[in-house]
Nanobody
Framework: QVRVVESRGGLVQAGGSLRLSCTVPGRTFSSYTMGWFRQAPGKEREFVAAIPWSGDSRYYAESVKGRFTLSRDNARNTMYLQMINLKPEDTAIYYC???????????????????WGQGTQVTVSS
């Protein structure tokens, strides 16, 4: 079993910033592909961003490109999602996702990930 620990989200005004973190205790974090998804009320869970174990690339949803930045610190077993210029439509529960299997075929599908955090609420007021 892999434990996934997300930081607390928060309430920010439109145009504001927030950083989420996701920590996966254990010695093999550096081999995991990591991602963020979000789910707004009445909507399906959607892809936000992902980063492979190597950290040499990033994948972003079109709706967050240029505003969200994903990074990872393997020494701290932690992934970060820096969000700037937040919009009310970014309001959702954000979920950290972990893939432990070696070969990643589809970064954008929630079915590709093996473990999930409990979710953290991000609310952006207009």
């Amino acid at each position: 079993q892999v434990r996934v620990v997300e930081s607390r989200g928060g309430l920010v005004q439109a145009g504001g910033s927030l950083r989420l973190s996701c920590t996966v205790p254990g010695r093999t974090f550096s081999s995991y592909t990591m991602g963020w998804f979000r789910q707004a009320p009445g909507k399906e869970r959607e892809f936000v961003a992902a980063i492979p174990w190597s950290g040499d690339s990033r994948y972003y949803a079109e709706s967050v490109k240029g505003r969200f930045t994903l990074s990872r610190d393997n020494a701290r077993n932690t992934m970060y999602l820096q969000m700037i210029n937040l919009k009310p439509e970014d309001t959702a529960i954000y979920y950290c996702a972990v893939r432990i299997r070696a070969i990643m075929r589809d970064y954008f599908s929630p079915d590709s990930y093996d473990y999930w955090g409990q979710g953290t609420q991000v609310t952006v007021s207009s």
